[in-house]
């Protein structure tokens, strides 16, 4: 996993005192993967709350919850880690019974990729739920859980470029992520709409119940997910496989 760095900063509440206290690890733990020693001013109370890394700006945290923002259009990068981290800001938890703040990656990712017989040349792809929320305003709660709020959205478009995306290079499927709240998402609960640099649009609903595991600095792991004979109207009397990864 990841290690700690020289000047690393964390933000910490308290729920009696303290609020967005600047919290320094100590060069002991500089160079460790593991939980790190940190100082910094008295925080009170019988809850608490941390993110990282440290940012004097960020307002409306409380030791119950820290807002965060997901970005309802995000921007396709082939490196998975990369478009993670240009959308999500932050690590965040809160402080267990072994006296240490569990830091976790808030979100998940869902790997997309399209398997249809002719390559497509992709501008956009829109993932749409039907009643879970996918981007928008949303808060961080006790063990780095994401709660929904009341802007809250149940869309959110990934933009591939003016250029688009093929499908299908070099004898590989592309991989489309989408940085999204982990959870089950019920069978026939999502559903994409591709639109092609020729102005085609595809829009393919998701028939089986997909499961995205939040992130997990160890490894990385994003939880495979195979879904077939899936329904693609508006593209002639083919069918076409989508697998979410």
């Known amino acids: 996993g990841p290690q700690w760095e020289l000047g690393d900063q964390i933000g910490v509440y308290g729920s009696d005192q303290g609020a967005n206290e600047r919290y320094v690890v100590t060069r002991a733990s500089v160079g460790t993967s593991g939980p790190a020693e940190i100082y910094g001013p008295v925080v009170k109370g019988s ?35 990369r478009q993670y981290w240009a959308h999500v800001p932050l690590a965040a938890g809160s402080l267990g019974d072994d006296g240490v703040f569990h830091l976790v990656y808030p979100l998940g990712i869902m790997a997309v990729e399209i398997h249809f017989e002719t390559v497509l040349n992709v501008r956009a792809i829109t993932l749409k739920s039907s009643s879970l929320p996918l981007a928008g305003d949303v808060s961080i709660v006790e063990g780095g859980r994401i709660a929904p709020t009341f802007t809250s959205e149940k869309s959110l478009m990934l933009d591939c470029g003016p250029d688009g995306v093929l499908t299908k290079e070099g004898g590989s499927f592309t991989r489309y992520y989408f940085i999204v709240p982990p959870g089950e998402y019920p069978a026939m609960e999502l559903k994409l709409v591709i639109n092609t640099s020729d102005g085609g649009e595809y829009l393919v609903h998701v028939p089986e119940a997909v499961t995205v595991e939040r992130l997990k600095a160890s490894d990385y792991h994003v939880q495979p997910v195979i879904l077939t004979s899936v329904q693609a109207p508006g593209f002639g009397e083919q069918d076409g496989t989508i697998t979410i990864n």
Not at 48 to 77: C, K, N, R, S, W
């Open 47 to 81: 809850r608490f709350m941390a993110y990282y890394p440290y940012d004097p700006e960020y307002v409306g945290g409380t030791a119950d919850a820290l807002p965060m923002h997901i970005e309802d259009i995000q921007t396709y990068d082939s490196d998975m880690m």
